[in-house]
C-alpha cells in the first residue's frame, strides 16, 4: 500500500501524471480537467455490500485521490451472492476490512482506506467529515437525514441509494448552488458560414454541406469572419435556431458589413443546479424517470422505499420475502405517505426487499458512480434528484410461493429470496455462450459467477476471446490485473470468477478461436446443440453479424449490447418473435471526399486521416512492394501490371532498395529533413502555382472561400518543437524500415537537419489539381511510357543479388507510446494544418482520431451488462411474449434511460405462409438437385429458376442442357463440390441454400432459405 500512496501523492502535485497509458479510453470519455479534478477527490463509501462494492470498483478504476470503505458489519454467507470481493473464508470478518485488499488492487494510483468502527456501529456526522463526496448505501432514512443535514449545510455532494430485489433507488443532492461545466459531454459543435445579416435578429447561414446541429439557447462565438470582424472572438452570443442551416444571434445592427468566410464555435456554458437537501425532496420530490412505460411507478416507490425503511427501524428488520403478513403493513406505511400508491407494486416491493440481486446491483452501481463522478469533476449533468429503478418483468412466470424463497444458508440465498429455489435450479442448468471477454465480457462474467449461472450439474458456460491483455484495458476490464498483461483474455476472466465463486470451477471453458468461418469446426452442430443461448460482447460489426447469423441457424436467443462513452444499448434476439440483430443497422459512417484529404483540408480531422495515409505511404507500402520484387518471381509482370501506376510503383521501390536506401541513422534524418520539405514547403507551393491565391471559379467567386482555405507553405525550423517531432518521428520510422537503431536526441537531429542543403525548387506548369472526387486523380488510368518503365526497371537490382534480404514494414500500433507511430502522425497532421491555418491538435486528441478508438469508461459497461443479464433471467425463464422483453438505450452523461419492446420479426408470405426470419425448409439425406427441384413443383406449384450455395450458382434453368442434365442427379453434397471445386469440409453436416422461385402466373416468390443436412 506504500506504494499506491506514493502513487498518489505523486499524482496531487504534478497534474501531468494522469497515465495516459491506463487512462486512454476514459480520457476520451472525461477529458483531462476533469480527471485532474477527480485526482484531488476523496471519497466515502458507507456500506460495502454488493452496491457499496459495485460502486467502489467504478470509482477506483476511474481514478481518484482516494476511496475511504465503512461498513464494520461481518461478512454473511448472503453476502456472497452480489459482494464479489468476498470469499467464503471472509465470513465472519468485518466487510470493509475484507473487501479492502482486492479492491485496492484494481489501481495503484488511488489508496483504499479503512474508516474504523465496530458492528452495530452506524455512521455519524463526525465520520464523513474531509470527504468531498460521501455516499451512503442501504442505510436507513432516519440516518440519511442526519448526514445529508450536515453535507447540505456544508455544501458537500452527498449521495444516498440502495437495491432491493428488482428495485433500486438512489438520492442526490450536490449542495444548495452546484456548478456543472459540460452538461452533455458532447464535442462543441463548429461550422463554416457563409453570411451573417446586419440586423436587430442577426441572422446566421452556414455552408449548406452540414446542419449546424445547434439549439435553442446553445452560445456560439467566431472565428475568421472577414467584414465583419467584431464577431471574431465576441463573448458567446445566445443562439436562437431558424433552421437546419441557420440560426439568429441578436442584434449585429451596429456592426461592420459582413464580408465572406467565418467559422462558428459553440461554447459550453455553465450551469447552476439547485439541488433540495433529503429531508426537503422526500416532501416535495423530484423524480427521474427511467422508463416512460412506467410514468407514474416513480410516486408510489418514493413512499415504498420510505415505507421499508420504517418497516426496518420498527422490526428491527426487512420484510420477510413474499410474506403477505409483512407486505400489508408496508402497504399500509406507504399509504400514510401518499394515499394514491399502487398496492401491487408496493407488495411486491416487500416480498423483494429481503433479496438482492447482482444485476440490479450492476445497474444501480454503474449509475452511481458515474453521479460520484460528476460531483466530484463537475462533468455530465447530475441527476436531479431521486431516481426509482425496477425490473418486475424480470420475475418467472410462475410466481414462487413464501416457502420457496426461504433461507437454505448457501451465497445464492439473495437471488432465492427474489426468484425461488425452483428458479435458481434453472439459473444454475443454464447453458450459455460469451463471445469476448474485453470490458463488457468480464462484467458478464462477474454477474453470471454472482448469479450461480451454469454452476449445477448439467451447467457449461464458454468464453471465447483471442485478444490478450493490454495496459488500457485494466482501466475497465476489472477481472485483469498488472500482472496478467500479455495473457489470453478469456483465460484470466474464466480463473477470476471461478475463484470468486468456486461453484463454477469445471463449469466455465475457455477458448482462443474467434468465431467466424474459419472456426465452424469448432463451434459446429454439436457445439450449438450444447448450448441455451449466446450473449455477445464484441467490439465490431462483421463478427456481431456473423454471430447473429449463426443464432438464427441454430435458433438460439442472442443477447447483444454496446457502449460508446457514457451512452449504452441493449437489445434481447428471441427465435420466433423478434427480429435479429441483422434486421436494422446503423447507416455507413460519412466519408472525407479524397480531394479534401489530398488538397483542401479544412479541419483537423482531414489532417489527422491526411497524415495516416501519409504513414502507410512512407513506412508500410514502401516496404510490402520492395519484399514482393524480391520474393515474388512475376511481380512486375503480373502485380504491377493492372495497378495503372506502373512506372510510379518502379521508382518507388528503386528508391527504397537502390537510391534512397540508408546506410546509417544520419542518412534516415537527412531523408526526414527532405521529406519535410517536399509535404510541407514544396507541394504548397506547387499547389498555389496552379491555382494561385486570387484564382477564381468559373461563375466569378474567389476559388479560395468558403471550405477552401488557401495554404501557405512553411520554412524549416528546428527550433520549432512540431518541426523537430516531424523530423525525429519520420527518421526512427525510415530506420526501422531498415533495421537501423534509432535516436531520440533532439541535439543530434537539430544539428543534421540543420546542416542538409536542400536542392532548389521550381513549380511545374500544366500540373492539374483534382478539385472534386467527381474528376479524375491525377495519373489514374493514365498510359505508362513503356520508355519511361524500362529505364527505370533497368536500375533495379536482380532479386537474386539480394537473396534473403527484406525490408520490415511498420505495423502501425497506437498504443505503444515509445514507437514513434503517434507522433509522426501528431506532428505530420499538425504542419498541415499550420499549412493550412487550422488550429492544431494535441498527441491525445490525434491519437483517437488516427487509431479509431472508442471512447470507455466502466461505469457505462457496469450499467449496460446489468441491463443484460435482467433479460437474460427472462430467457432462462423462457418467456415468448414480445412485451416481456426490453431493449434499452442509455446516456449516462444527461442521464437518460429509453426503453422499448423488441421489434417484432417481419412476416412474409408465400401461398397462404406467413413465416418470418426464423423459419427455413429443411432436407434430409443428402437429396439430388432434381428431387430437391421437384419437391418445389410437387408441394407449391413452384418452379426452381436457380440454385446457389454460398458464392456458388449450382443451377439455373438457363444453364445449357447438357450441364443440366450432368447436375441434375447429382447428390447435393457432390454438386457442391463439382462446382466450388473444393472438398465440404468434413465438419460440415448442413448446407444453406437459397433458390428463387416463381408459381405458376411467373411471378417471382420469397420463400425462407434452406437447410440441406448431408
Known amino acids: ?155 458537500i455532494p452527498f449521495i444516498a441509494a440502495e437495491t432491493r430485489g428488482l428495485f433500486g433507488s438512489v438520492f442526490n443532492d450536490f449542495g444548495p448552488r452546484f456548478t456543472c461545466v459540460d452538461p452533455t459531454g458532447e464535442q462543441p459543435l463548429s461550422g463554416m458560414i457563409v453570411s451573417v445579416d446586419k440586423d436587430q435578429e442577426g441572422l446566421v447561414t452556414c455552408l449548406d454541406e452540414t446542419r449546424h446541429g445547434l439549439e435553442d439557447g446553445d452560445f456560439v462565438t467566431f472565428t475568421e469572419v472577414q467584414g465583419m470582424e467584431e464577431l471574431n472572438g465576441c463573448k458567446p452570443r445566445k443562439v436562437t435556431v431558424k433552421g437546419p442551416y441557420t440560426f439568429t444571434i441578436g442584434d449585429t445592427s451596429g456592426l461592420s458589413d459582413y464580408i465572406r468566410g467565418g467559422i462558428f464555435n459553440q461554447v459550453k456554458m455553465p450551469k447552476i443546479i439547485e439541488f433540495k437537501s433529503l429531508r426537503e425532496s422526500l416532501n416535495l420530490p423530484e423524480l427521474f424517470i427511467s422508463d416512460f412505460a412506467k410514468f407514474d411507478r416513480p410516486a408510489t416507490l418514493h413512499a415504498g422505499f420510505q415505507a421499508l425503511s420504517q418497516f426496518s427501524d420498527q422490526n428491527n428488520r426487512l420484510p420477510r420475502a413474499r410474506n403477505t403478513e409483512d407486505a400489508s403493513t408496508v402497504v399500509e406505511l406507504a399509504k400514510k405517505i401518499d394515499a394514491e400508491i399502487d398496492e401491487k407494486i408496493v407488495t411486491e416491493l416487500s416480498y423483494q426487499a429481503a433479496g438482492n440481486i447482482s444485476p440490479i446491483v450492476a445497474v444501480i452501481g454503474g449509475f452511481v458512480a458515474q453521479e460520484v463522478l460528476k460531483a466530484l469533476s463537475a462533468k455530465f449533468h447530475p ?65 453470471w459467477s454472482m448469479m450461480g449461472l451454469a454452476s449445477g450439474p448439467d451447467g457449461i458456460i464458454h468464453v471465447t476471446d483471442l485478444d490478450t491483455i493490454e495496459k488500457s484495458n485494466l482501466n475497465r476490464q476489472f477481472l485483469f490485473r498488472p500482472r496478467d498483461v500479455g495473457k489470453f483474455k478469456a483465460e484470466v476472466a474464466a480463473a477470476a470468477v471461478a475463484e470468486m465463486n468456486p461453484d463454477l470451477k469445471g463449469h466455465i471453458v475457455s477458448k482462443q478461436e474467434p468465431v467466424g468461418q474459419a472456426t465452424e469446426n469448432v463451434y459446429d452442430d454439436t457445439f450449438f ?18 454471430m447473429d447469423q449463426r443464432c438464427v441457424l441454430y435458433k438460439k436467443p442472442l443477447l447483444e449490447s454496446g457502449t460508446l462513452g457514457t451512452k449504452g444499448n441493449t ?30 483540408p479544412n479541419a483537423i480531422t482531414h489532417t489527422i486521416e491526411w497524415s495516416r495515409q501519409e504513414f502507410d505511404a512512407l513506412f508500410v507500402k514502401p516496404a510490402e512492394s520492395v519484399n514482393q520484387y524480391l520474393s515474388e518471381p512475376n511481380f512486375l509482370e503480373s502485380t504491377l501490371k493492372y495497378s495503372g501506376q506502373q512506372t510510379e510503383q518502379v521508382e518507388q521501390i528503386v528508391s527504397y532498395l537502390v537510391t534512397n536506401k540508408p546506410l546509417s541513422f544520419e542518412e534516415c534524418i537527412i531523408w526526414a529533413r527532405l521529406q519535410f520539405e517536399e509535404k510541407y514547403n514544396n507541394s504548397i507551393r506547387q499547389l498555389l502555382f496552379s491555382l494561385p491565391k486570387d484564382s477564381l471559379t468559373n461563375t466569378g467567386q474567389p476559388f479560395w472561400s468558403g471550405p477552401k482555405r488557401a495554404p501557405d507553405p ?20 525510415h530506420a526501422f524500415n531498415y533495421g537501423l537503431r534509432g535516436e531520440t536526441d533532439p541535439a543530434l537531429f537539430k544539428k543534421i537537419a540543420d546542416s542538409v542543403i536542400v536542392p532548389e525548387f521550381t513549380p511545374k506548369s500544366g500540373v492539374r489539381v483534382q478539385i472534386n472526387d467527381s474528376e479524375p486523380a491525377p495519373g489514374a488510368g493514365g498510359n505508362t511510357d513503356t520508355d519511361d518503365l524500362a529505364e527505370v526497371t533497368g536500375k533495379l537490382p536482380s532479386p537474386s543479388s539480394l537473396a534473403g534480404y527484406r525490408l520490415t514494414p511498420v505495423d502501425f500500433e497506437k498504443d505503444d507510446d515509445s514507437n514513434h507511430h503517434i507522433d509522426f502522425i501528431t506532428a505530420a497532421s499538425n504542419l498541415r494544418a499550420m499549412n493550412y491555418s487550422i488550429p492544431v491538435a494535441d498527441r491525445h486528441t490525434t491519437k483517437q482520431i488516427a487509431g479509431k478508438i472508442i471512447p470507455a469508461i466502466a461505469t457505462t459497461t457496469s450499467l449496460v451488462t446489468g441491463l443484460v443479464c435482467l433479460e437474460l433471467y427472462k430467457i432462462i425463464d423462457g418467456k415468448n411474449k414480445l412485451e416481456d422483453f426490453k431493449n434499452g438505450f442509455v446516456n449516462l452523461a444527461l442521464p437518460f434511460f429509453g426503453f422499448s419492446e423488441p ?112
Not at 446443440?529 to 456473423?546: K, M, P, Q
Not at 437489445?571 to 483542401?600: G, M, R, W
Request: glycine residues 6%; negative net charge; charged residues 20%.
Open 383 to 447: 441527476v436531479v434528484q431521486h431516481l426509482y429503478f425496477d425490473s418486475l418483468e424480470s420475475l418467472p412466470s410462475t410466481l414462487p410461493t413464501e416457502q420457496e424463497c426461504q433461507l437454505t444458508g448457501t451465497r445464492y440465498d439473495d437471488q432465492i429470496a427474489v426468484f425461488g429455489k425452483a428458479f435458481q435450479n434453472k439459473i444454475a442448468a443454464h447453458r450459455q455462450f460469451l463471445v469476448g471477454s474485453g470490458a463488457i465480457g468480464c462484467e458478464m462474467l462477474k454477474n
Open 903 to 1014: 421489434v417484432a420479426a417481419k412476416k412474409n408470405k408465400y401461398g397462404e405462409t406467413e413465416w418470418t426470419l426464423w423459419d427455413r425448409f429443411e432436407f434430409n439425406n443428402d437429396p439430388t438437385l432434381k428431387e430437391f427441384i421437384q419437391w418445389f413443383k410437387v408441394h407449391f406449384n413452384y418452379d426452381v429458376s436457380m440454385v446457389s450455395q454460398g458464392v456458388s450458382m449450382l443451377w439455373s434453368s438457363f444453364v445449357g442442357k447438357k450441364k443440366s442434365e450432368e447436375r441434375l442427379p447429382m447428390k447435393f453434397s457432390k454438386l457442391v463440390e463439382h462446382v466450388s471445386k473444393k472438398p465440404i469440409p468434413p465438419h460440415a453436416k448442413q448446407l444453406l441454400t437459397e433458390v428463387m422461385v416463381m408459381d405458376e402466373d411467373g411471378e417471382d416468390v420469397e420463400v425462407p432459405f434452406i437447410v440441406v443436412r448431408i
Open 1 to 155: 500500500m506504500a506504494d499506491a500512496s506514493n502513487l498518489a501523492t505523486k499524482m496531487d502535485v504534478d497534474e501531468a501524471a494522469i497515465d495516459e497509458g491506463l487512462y486512454s479510453r476514459q480520457l476520451y470519455v472525461l477529458g483531462h480537467e476533469a480527471m485532474k479534478r477527480m485526482a484531488v477527490s476523496n471519497v466515502l463509501i458507507v456500506g460495502v455490500q454488493g452496491l457499496g462494492a459495485e460502486i467502489a470498483k467504478n470509482v477506483v478504476l476511474a481514478g481518484v485521490k482516494s476511496v475511504t470503505l465503512y461498513d464494520p458489519e461481518p461478512v454473511t454467507v448472503q453476502n456472497l451472492g452480489t459482494q464479489f470481493f468476498l470469499r467464503q473464508e471472509d465470513i465472519g470478518k468485518s466487510r470493509a476490512e475484507a473487501t479492502l485488499p482486492r479492491l485496492a488492487e484494481l489501481n495503484a494510483y488511488v489508496p483504499v482506506r479503512l474508516l474504523p468502527g465496530q458492528p452495530g456501529q452506524s455512521i455519524s456526522v463526525d465520520l464523513v467529515k474531509g470527504y468531498q463526496v460521501v455516499v451512503l448505501c442501504g442505510v436507513p432514512y432516519s440516518k440519511q437525514l442526519e448526514i445529508n443535514d450536515w453535507t447540505h449545510e456544508n455544501g
Open 714 to 733: 512553411l520554412m524549416f525550423n528546428s527550433s520549432d518543437p512540431i518541426h523537430l517531432d516531424f523530423i525525429i518521428a519520420a527518421a526512427n520510422l
Open 571 to 600: 437489445q434481447v434476439i428471441v427465435p420466433h418473435l423478434t427480429e435479429s440483430y441483422a434486421s436494422s443497422q446503423d447507416p455507413p459512417e460519412k466519408q472525407t471526399p479524397s480531394c479534401t484529404i489530398k488538397n483542401f
Open 529 to 546: 446443440a450444447g448450448i441455451d443461448g449466446v450473449t455477445n460482447a464484441l467490439d465490431n460489426v462483421t463478427a456481431r453479424l456473423y
